[in-house]
DNA sequence: GTTAAAACTAGGGTTTTCACCCATTTATAA
DNA sequence: TTATAAATGGGTGAAAACCCTAGTTTTAAC
């Protein structure tokens, strides 16, 4: 039996999910909440396997009461729900631990396979959520592509110092992991400096996570 | 018009690709390759809108194929064609410029979509692609979120500076940019370096980035 | 096969960061 | 109310990073 608490400050779209789940005999809707700090008051007694999560909530918004849920009862997941389809509403969400992420206007069907396919541990999206992340995804890395092109060639020395770097090795410390002299280490530094245009240690490691050339 | 040229190692199926797309009169195939190399050269003459590139060719292979062409001739659109649905390739080719991923068992109206999607300057990927991407990135919004939680809170002025630091200001400058000390920029870099348990700038920048808190 | 460019090596001198030590004032939480 | 954390600032000294220069070796190009 798959338990369901459902939070939403609209109690007429919360008792149009309630009725529709009541029709699933392996599911039962154990509480509605109408604000955020309801949801955590009601975890913090009872468990439940699913919260469909407004993502709007008054009080606790959405996206902290997700981060409190996920992290403090890692069994049960965060379904969240909205009306809008934003790329930076979907991806705040799913950094804070929502397993998946439906529209308001999805039908009968698509919410029962969202439920279900979240209990056995995959997660599941909107066909329009879907198309939204890939979007960005796909303008993430053109940027990345376009900013690689620019950049020189690390040679294989350098890369082996701009890991270490990375890694929070000191100078020191590298030259005596390479067998090499510190002076040696400091040059291919100042190498690295010029060719990543970087003015310090702070922008070597930006720059080689950014182009992720470790 | 849009122009295509194919570049996969099994003649029929180029041929097959080349016949479904005969029946569409928006589409030309220009020309057909059986390697990576002849890639290549078709392109140092001719130009296309669309490769359609088979991952697995002999010679270069595709991966580089896609990087060479998507550095060198921007406004040629690379759609991935594979048998298989892996996310270590598929992430690589995404990563090296390629606009699409549709995998062999692709229905022939799928493909016209694709091709006329990529051309248009939006991406396209089969169903079963998208799938493994959203699962792959699932997985690491999991990991981060689970050192997420250990880390201990910044407060505002630290976040303030560690973004500064992020951005290659080095402390002196910090310090001109608030208003404040020296002194007490030196002060919240000690705290981020406890609080992050960091060794230096580089660790600093490395868990900044890695958990996204700038 | 010479030549030029890049890579790898390293020393001297300067600037920045870091590690301790400390203190005062102001929010925030228990 | 009483700690606890945040924000501010100071001094000293060591460690690390950075700048400039320069030699040798390897690689690439012509």
Redesign the interface.
Known sequence: MIEILIADDHAMFADGLESILEGQEEITVKSKCHDGNGVIDYMADSKVDIILLDVNLPGMNGIEVCKEI??KYPDTKVIAISMFNEESIVTEI????A?GYILKNTGREELILAIKKVVAG??Y?SKEV?ET???S??NQ?KN??KSN?ILPKISRREKEVLKL????F?TQEIADKLFISLKTVESHRSSLLAKLS?????????IA??NNLI
């Open positions: 996920s992290t799913l950094n804070n631990g397993k995959e997660s999206f879907t992340i890939m979007k995804l796909m890395r990345s592509v092109s770097i990375v890694e929070e000191t970087a003015r310090n240690t702070a922008g070597l490691v930006r996570m950014e």
